[in-house]
């Protein structure tokens, strides 16, 4: 009796770091800031059984798009730092402070690994006149209409991207957010809107099936899967920004729960099946951990939080 009593005293002393050695001893919450069906919910649902292997338990993923992605990270944020309720994380991580949806900073995350990093394209339907930048400027200058572009919700990276872009080309951009990136390219297909931003997993059966066309790219680099489509530096534009995917938690989880996920990640990206998935969809995979994953962060929020504030402000005026 003693001795369970012994036992007990000092496990009740310990710190809760090292009972984080033993984690996860319960089910995941993933709350996902978009709708299902869209880039954001069919890569966790790729994901989840290599991670569910690798951690050993059931991650209940849950949708929450309301707010382009402002509920879902809130609720992300506001939850203990235990590990336990996680976040898709991306762009909309800055774009949501930036535009002032939200009382959080970018900060107030830990980013745990990042999985996947696209460019952002300029998608429109096929169009002769459309074909470049250039092309595209000149059409609408000549026009005097504005373009029409289509996103996701007005939190959403793409809301931001697509004004970005109206700036660098100097033409008129009329912003149309939508619930999500698939409710954005059904409207293009049916001629409600002249283009949509998107990532280039979205729409690539579409490029690849000749209804759709990209007139342009926001990477750094022209994209593996689409090597003709020109980038915005080639054209002459001061603009190369990309959209990635990872998990975040609320800041201040133990160094046990990283290491779980970054190896829980690491698996699942070599599954066969996720695998499958990324050469089908077009998902490009680029892991990312540690220090080069949070110099990464820094240096994409140095770009989207200037940005979405101009935003805001224009829409202020």
């Known amino acids: 009796m003693k001795k369970t009593l012994s036992v007990l005293v000092m496990a009740t002393a310990l710190p809760a770091a090292a009972w984080a050695a033993d984690y996860p001893t319960k089910n995941l919450d993933m709350i996902i800031p978009a709708s299902p ?32 992605g ?32 939200v009382d959080f900073k970018y900060q107030d995350f830990d980013y745990l690994a990042r999985i996947t990093e696209e460019p952002y394209l300029l998608v429109s339907n096929k169009n002769d006149q459309w074909q470049d930048a250039s092309a595209l400027v000149a059409d609408l200058k000549q026009s005097g209409k504005p373009l029409q572009v289509g996103t996701s919700g007005v939190g959403s990276s793409t809301y931001v991207v697509a004004s970005m872009l109206g700036s660098q080309l100097g033409i008129p951009v009329q912003v149309v957010p939508f619930d999500g990136g698939s409710p954005a390219i059904s409207a293009l297909m049916g001629s409600h809107v002249d283009a949509v931003v998107v990532n ?57 729960v990283e290491k779980a996920w970054v190896a829980a990640v690491k698996k699942a990206v070599e599954a066969p099946e996720f695998k499958r998935f990324a050469e089908s969809t077009g998902v490009e995979v680029k892991p990312l951990f540690g220090e080069d994953l949070d110099t990464y962060v820094t240096d994409m929020a140095e770009v989207m939080i200037p940005a979405s504030q101009k935003v805001a402000e224009n829409n202020n005026q």
């Open 200 to 256: 280039p997993s979205e729409v690539l059966s579409q490029i690849r099936g000749d209804r759709l066309q990209a007139v342009l790219s926001t990477g750094s680099e022209r994209s593996d899967l689409l090597p003709d489509v020109k980038t915005m530096k080639e054209q002459g534009y001061d603009l190369a920004v990309s959209q990635w995917r990872g998990i975040a938690t609320p800041a201040g989880v133990s160094d046990d």
């Open 70 to 101: 402002a509920l879902a990270l809130t609720r992300t944020v506001t939850a203990k730092p235990d590990g336990y309720t996680l976040t898709l994380a991306n762009n909309q991580n800055f774009t949501l402070e930036g535009l002032g949806n």
């Open 37 to 68: 069906g869209g880039a954001a919910d069919t890569l966790m649902r790729a994901l989840q059984p290599g991670l569910e292997s690798s951690l050993g338990r059931t991650i209940v993923v849950r949708n929450m798009g309301a707010g382009g």
